[in-house]
């Protein structure tokens, strides 16, 4: 990860909102700008997840091959810096596009999720269980948008004209946010102990309202969430150096007093459990 990436923050113009919306609803597509580390930043028309997707993720318990697949395509875009067009690991295509901004991987615009043929694939009703999940599998798939390949290719082309346009207006750019440098600063530092928004508003000299109106009103967050994230993510990297460490060691390790919190606010969060996360690291 290219640690100067990480000092600078990625500024969306509040009109990138309106083209993905714009672009959303003309495709009848989820449209969806995510950062360059996968976590979804805007969304156009704030479309949900279809049917069939939230049956493979939830019903099926295959979240975790899906965001597998999506990593994997997003190291391909980002290694290649054009476009795709890709299958999932349930048969579904899905579009990615890297955003390249100056020079610097700032994202990926993302569009899906359709079809191209009427049948399910096999490889999708090969993870059904019974009759009923299949009648539910072809249901929810027969309701996908179905989309040729000429369509595809001419959405590609769309959606570099998009990324184009977002990069000229400078409509997406980087710059260093110097109170959010510091605040990420004070988290890293105190993470592990009973820290509170008021601790950090008075080390950096600022009212309790004034952090919390800057984290919500330009980053659409919160600082507990910012904490609990920092928490997790030392957990992540906890496991990854000792994968065999109980779940209790590696929630005290990351500043979580409680395990069984810490194992729902990670599941919440992550998608997984604590132990399918561990058992993933330990089988590497």
Same mark, same amino acid.
């Given at each position: 990860?290219?640690?100067?990436?990480?000092?600078?923050?990625?500024?969306?113009?509040?009109?990138?909102? /309106?083209?993905?919306?714009?672009?959303?609803?003309?495709?009848? $597509?989820?449209?969806?700008?995510?950062?360059?580390?996968?976590?979804?930043?805007?969304?156009?028309?704030?479309?949900?997840?279809?049917?069939?997707?939230?049956?493979?993720?939830?019903?099926?318990?295959?979240?975790? &091959?899906?965001?597998?697949?999506?990593?994997?395509? #997003?190291?391909?875009?980002?290694?290649?810096?054009?476009? +795709?067009?890709?299958?999932?690991?349930?048969?579904?295509?899905?579009? +990615?596009?890297?955003?390249?901004?100056?020079?610097?991987?700032?994202?990926?615009?993302?569009?899906?999720?359709?079809?191209?043929?009427?049948?399910?694939?096999?490889?999708?009703?090969?993870?059904? #269980?019974?009759?009923?999940? #299949?009648?539910?599998?072809?249901? &929810?798939?027969?309701?996908?948008? /179905?989309? &040729?390949?000429?369509?595809?290719?001419?959405?590609?082309?769309? $959606?570099?004209?998009?990324?184009?346009?977002?990069?000229?207006?400078?409509?997406?750019?980087?710059?260093?946010?110097?109170?959010? &440098?510091?605040?990420?600063?004070? +988290?890293?530092?105190?993470?592990?102990?009973?820290?509170? %928004?008021?601790?950090?508003?008075?080390?950096?000299? /600022?009212?309790?309202?004034?952090?919390?109106?800057?984290? !919500?009103?330009?980053?659409?967050?919160?600082? /507990?969430? %910012?904490?609990?994230? =920092?928490?997790?993510?030392?957990?992540?990297?906890?496991?990854?150096?000792?994968?065999?460490?109980?779940? !209790?060691?590696?929630?005290?390790?990351?500043?979580?007093?409680?395990?069984?919190?810490?194992? =729902?606010?990670?599941?919440?969060? #992550?998608? $997984?459990?604590? =132990?399918?996360?561990?058992?993933?690291?330990?089988?590497?």
């Amino acid at each position: 990860m290219d640690k100067h990436n990480n000092i600078l923050e990625l500024f969306l113009n509040d009109e990138v909102q /309106k083209l993905l919306d714009n672009f959303a609803g003309l495709l009848d $597509l989820r449209v969806t700008f995510y950062s360059r580390f996968g976590m979804p930043i805007r969304r156009g028309k704030a479309m949900p997840n279809t049917d069939f997707c939230n049956f493979i993720q939830n019903d099926l318990d295959l979240l975790e &091959s899906c965001q597998h697949i999506d990593q994997l395509m #997003r190291d391909k875009v980002t290694e290649s810096c054009t476009p +795709i067009a890709y299958t999932c690991h349930a048969g579904l295509r899905e579009i +990615i596009a890297p955003v390249i901004i100056g020079g610097r991987l700032a994202g990926f615009l993302m569009a899906g999720q359709f079809r191209t043929t009427d049948t399910v694939p096999s490889c999708a009703l090969a993870v059904c #269980r019974n009759h009923a999940e #299949r009648e539910k599998m072809q249901q &929810s798939f027969a309701a996908l948008p /179905k989309l &040729s390949n000429e369509r595809q290719e001419a959405i590609i082309g769309a $959606l570099q004209m998009l990324i184009d346009y977002i990069a000229a207006r400078e409509l997406a750019v980087f710059r260093p946010d110097p109170l959010k &440098s510091m605040i990420d600063k004070y +988290i890293d530092e105190h993470y592990k102990e009973d820290v509170y %928004l008021k601790d950090v508003a008075a080390a950096l000299n /600022k009212s309790i309202s004034s952090v919390a109106q800057f984290l !919500r009103n330009k980053y659409h967050t919160c600082f /507990k969430d %910012l904490l609990i994230e =920092r928490k997790l993510c030392a957990a992540e990297e906890y496991w990854k150096l000792h994968p065999q460490a109980s779940i !209790r060691e590696c929630a005290e390790a990351a500043g979580f007093k409680d395990q069984f919190y810490f194992s =729902r606010i990670f599941r919440k969060k #992550r998608d $997984l459990s604590p =132990r399918q996360f561990r058992a993933k690291w330990s089988n590497l």
